[in-house]
């Protein structure tokens, strides 16, 4: 079945930095999530994009289909943004989201 | 508003008691999914319905059934319950197609 990898497994930064989340996906999809799952465990949609680029406030999202990967952009970190980030990918002819490892990401003031 | 409505947020029940999760859906999407979330884990397919049609995963334990009475409703039935099923469960729906899955907040399963 299809691998989907994320890095780095763990992330610590001070409040105002920037970030890169990455995904990588052993075969073609026909759909991507980015997901933020907060401290009390609510798994919040952050993006859907199986390809292209989109941008909402702070973050933005880009995935490159053809060489299956996909990149979570965050600028100018707050505390909030703390908890764990997945990505899912849907194979192609399946109705299913796979989760990525994701990437645990703790934010200090 | 809520979109996906799980209930309890949280539930307790005893080593081997019957227990049921549910899940309601105002979006009137076609899809239904439930995901099993360990600690420190990924969350994980168990079931899920296409309208009426079930499918199930290859590798969920036979102590796990579902139903969908409705459009808007699915339940998750764990027949015995064992210390290893303590968990987030997350149920999700989507309108078909290409679109994005849309979760509730989870109910979170201790086994006592």
């Known amino acids: 079945g299809i691998q989907v990898e994320q890095s780095p497994p763990d992330l610590i930064l001070q409040e105002g930095a920037n970030s890169t989340l990455r995904c990588n996906f052993s075969d073609s999809v026909n759909n991507l999530q980015w997901f933020h799952q907060n401290p009390w465990g609510q798994l919040i949609n952050l993006f859907y994009?199986?390809?292209g680029t989109k941008q909402n406030g702070r973050l933005s999202a880009t995935t490159v289909a053809t060489e299956r990967y996909s990149l979570l952009y965050i600028s100018s970190s707050q505390t909030t943004d703390s908890g764990v980030y997945f990505c899912?990918?849907?194979?192609?002819?399946?109705?299913?989201?796979?989760f990525g490892t994701g990437t645990r990401l703790q934010v200090f003031p | 508003d809520a979109m996906v409505i799980q209930n309890p947020r949280y539930q307790v029940t005893q080593f081997g008691k019957p227990v049921t999760l549910s899940c309601s859906q105002t979006l009137n999407h076609n899809v239904m999914y439930w995901y099993q979330q360990k600690s420190s884990q990924a969350p994980k397919l168990l079931f899920h319905y296409y309208d009426k049609d079930f499918n199930n995963e290859a590798d969920t334990p036979d102590n796990f059934q579902s139903r969908r009475p409705n459009t808007s409703f699915c339940f998750l039935d764990i027949r015995s319950p064992g210390l290893g099923d303590a968990a987030m469960y997350l149920c999700?729906?989507?309108?078909?197609?290409?679109?994005?899955?849309?979760f509730g907040d989870g109910t979170r399963l201790s086994i006592l």
């Open positions: 899912a990918v849907e194979p192609f002819g399946t109705d299913k989201l796979i």
């Open positions: 994009i199986p390809s």
């Open positions: 999700a729906t989507r309108v078909g197609g290409t679109q994005p899955q849309h």
